[in-house]
């Protein structure tokens, strides 16, 4: 099989087994992990894996690193968090993509089914949502500290076939103190976009979703009350009621982080001028 895998774990005993479940198909699987302190570890290893340990300090740089450090047996790699699943329509596209010696592309976005409460929740994910799932190492980077950003040397071609994302197997707990995390990194990275005065009006009208979807962003930054206008753009405009309670709840959540961005860039501001928080 002409593809080999790369996981980035810390403290995945729940979610890492089904994800290495619906990659037996692999003859090459590396598990790249942050000093996990669960069964992490033994999991990768007890299902063949070959396990890499390095200090996480940004998603940007450990994904560099697992790429660009550690030598994998074939020229494909294919990049699934582990609380994702690789559906056998998606590995028999991918694996006929790599048989192909002659493809100009230096990497393969995805889209996925996000899982939320035994629902995918189509509408209030912002479904299609475009990840870069395999690629060529040596033809790409990775830049952006947080929400890390591909740049690769070629086309970047889309995979038909979809992955299953499960991004609360941890619960709840979990999921806030990552986005707690996450949240420090967009407040700082909002007023960067926000003192630069630069309003991205191209990218409005790129041929790109993932182009557009950045112009939208950082239009974002400059809207009044972005936690209440995130939530009615998610749940109203992009038909988050149709996904029933579980629609509801996820784009209150996506809110709630929408709000700690905000008020964390307050605090910023408030820091910078000597004031208390």
Excluded at 95 to 112: G, K, N, Q
Excluded at 116 to 135: D, E, N, Q, V
Excluded at 176 to 195: P, T, V
Aim: net charge positive; hydrophobic share 35%; proline share 5%.
């Amino acid at each position: 099989m002409p593809i080999s895998v790369l996981i980035m774990t810390l403290n995945e005993e729940d979610s890492l087994p089904a994800c290495l479940a619906s990659l037996t198909w692999c003859d090459d699987i590396v598990v790249l992990d942050s000093f996990s302190t669960d069964r992490t570890v033994e999991i990768a290893k007890e299902a063949g894996a070959r396990v890499y340990q390095h200090k996480y300090e940004t998603e940007t740089r450990q994904r560099m690193y697992g790429l660009k450090e550690i030598e994998f047996k074939h020229k494909w790699v294919y990049m699934p968090d582990a609380d994702e699943i690789t559906p056998d329509d998606l590995r028999d596209e991918m694996l006929a993509i790599a048989a192909d010696p002659d493809r100009p592309e230096a990497m393969f976005s995805a889209r996925y089914k996000n899982m939320f409460m035994g629902r995918w929740i189509k509408h209030s994910s912002l479904y299609p949502t475009w990840i870069t799932r395999l690629c060529r190492p040596e033809r790409i980077h990775y830049e952006r500290e947080c929400h890390s950003r591909p740049v690769g040397d070629g086309p970047t071609g889309r995979l038909r076939s979809h992955f299953v994302h499960y991004s609360f197997n941890k619960g709840m707990t979990a999921w806030f103190d990552k986005h707690n995390r996450y949240s420090g990194f967009e407040a700082r990275e909002s007023l960067q976009i926000l003192r630069s005065k630069r309003i991205p009006w191209t990218g409005f009208f790129s041929a790109t979703p993932e182009a557009r979807r950045r112009a939208l962003k950082e239009f974002s930054y400059r809207l009044p009350f972005r936690p209440a206008a995130r939530f009615a753009y998610m749940y109203f405009l992009r038909g988050g009621f149709l996904d029933g309670w579980q629609g509801y709840h996820y784009c209150r959540l996506i809110a709630s982080y929408e709000y700690m961005i905000v008020i964390k860039m307050r605090e910023l501001q408030r820091r910078e001028l000597g004031l208390s928080i």
